[in-house]
Structure formats: C-alpha cells, structure tokens
C-alpha cells in the first residue's frame, strides 16, 4: 500500500498562474482533506470531503477550489495563484464509521509564487 | 486567534531522559486530542490520541495526559531515544460525528542530545 501520495512534490509559479495539486489515496478512506502548513503556524484546514462527490469549506478555503470525482482523489485547485498562497500543502485521509479516528498524511508538495 | 497553541518552539533533551511537550487549547468543545510526528520533508504521522472522557492514555513510551479543567495536555516520552527528534503537533476536533476537522497548534521541535 501506498498511503496517501502527493503529485508534484515540489512546484514555482508566478502570480496569476493557475495549479492542480493531486492527492490520492488506496486505503479506501471515506474522508479526505487539504491542509496548508505556513512558518510558526502549523496546520491549517482549506477544504475537506466526506465522501465522493462531496466537498466542504475548512478554515482557510478563500482562493481555493477541490474537487473529489472519485473516492481515492481530491485535487485541490488554484485558479490564479497568489504570493500568500506559498506554502506546504499536505493531503490526508481518514477512515468513517468509528467515533474517533486519525488522519493519514501524504509527503506534502511545496509551492512557491513569485 | 489560535485555539491550539504550543507555546514551546523547541525543546532539547538528553537521549534516556524523560521529554515533556505541553500543549493549551481554548475551545471548550473540543473532546478530542491527538498527537503528531513530523520529520523534516515528510508528512506528520499519528502517534497518540485521547478522548475527553479520559484523563491519560499510555502507548509504549509515549503517554498523553489531559487536564480539562486547565484545557491542557502533555506528552511524556520515555525514555527519550535520538529518532524521537522531530516537531511534534498537537491536534484537536470537536464532534462525534463526520470528518474530524483537526486544528493544530503551531509545533514544537524536540530534539534529543546523545
């Protein structure tokens, strides 16, 4: 098994170019999530999805777009990229059907806008 | 307003001696806490978990204390070893049901000293 995986692991653009970071995941995981990790910030949700078809606003969504057409992928878009919007992007994904669970985390891509 | 805070960015230990990192939450809805490794260029990976109904949970060496009434909780890890050197994140979600939308605190860099 896999896990969860990250395409790129590493990107550079310039402002206003647009992106889509891929994750996905083989462990047949019904929830999956965006998070971004900033310098003395730690983790922050943008979207999540509680299953396919399904998408949902975290707490950092403004400037993002994603979208998960099958349950082992979520793409996380960015339309025209922004300088605020470098950052580390990780993936994750959690099993439902149990009252408390841990999520599952991708290797991150690393992104930077000029 | 950070509702998970580590107010420790770093922390230096002897190899053998016991780590302690803290961690202060805010939200009082919060009823579930977990603890995460990160390596640098790697995604975090889960290491302990407690509910709130809960006041300790032990896991080899690892062990997670949570005092609600002061809405904190540690992590002891002992005996320390030099793989233990890593940032560690604690994490919080509040709710039963649906995705666990996890807030972080900003991390805290152990590192242990041979």
């Known amino acids: ?114 | 307003d950070q509702q998970v805070k580590q107010n420790s960015p770093s922390l230096s230990v002897q190899e053998g001696r016991i780590s302690i990192l803290n961690c202060d939450y805010t939200n009082s809805m919060f009823d579930y806490f977990l603890w995460y490794k990160k390596y640098p260029a790697e995604g975090p990976t889960f290491l302990i978990s407690i509910s709130s109904i809960k006041d300790k949970n032990e896991d080899g060496r690892f062990t997670v204390f949570l005092n609600k009434s002061a809405k904190h909780l540690s992590l002891h890890i002992v005996p320390s070893q030099p793989g233990d050197s890593a940032v560690y994140f604690c994490a919080a979600s509040a709710g039963v049901e649906g995705a666990q939308k996890l807030v972080f605190g900003q991390g805290t860099r152990l590192t242990i000293n041979p």
């Open chain 1, 1 to 114: 098994n896999a896990g969860v995986t990250q395409t790129p692991k590493f990107r550079v653009l310039k402002t206003g170019q647009s992106m889509t970071l891929l994750c996905a995941q083989d462990m047949n995981h019904e929830y999956m999530y965006w998070y971004r990790q900033d310098p003395g910030m730690g983790l922050r949700l943008i979207h999540y999805s509680v299953g396919e078809g399904t998408t949902a606003k975290g707490e950092v969504p403004d400037g993002y777009n994603v979208s998960r057409l099958k349950k082992q992928n979520f793409l996380l878009g960015l339309e025209s990229a922004a300088p605020s919007q470098t950052s580390v992007y990780f993936c994750a994904s959690g099993p439902s059907g149990r009252v408390y669970n841990e999520q599952f985390f991708g290797p991150g891509t690393r992104l930077t806008v000029l």
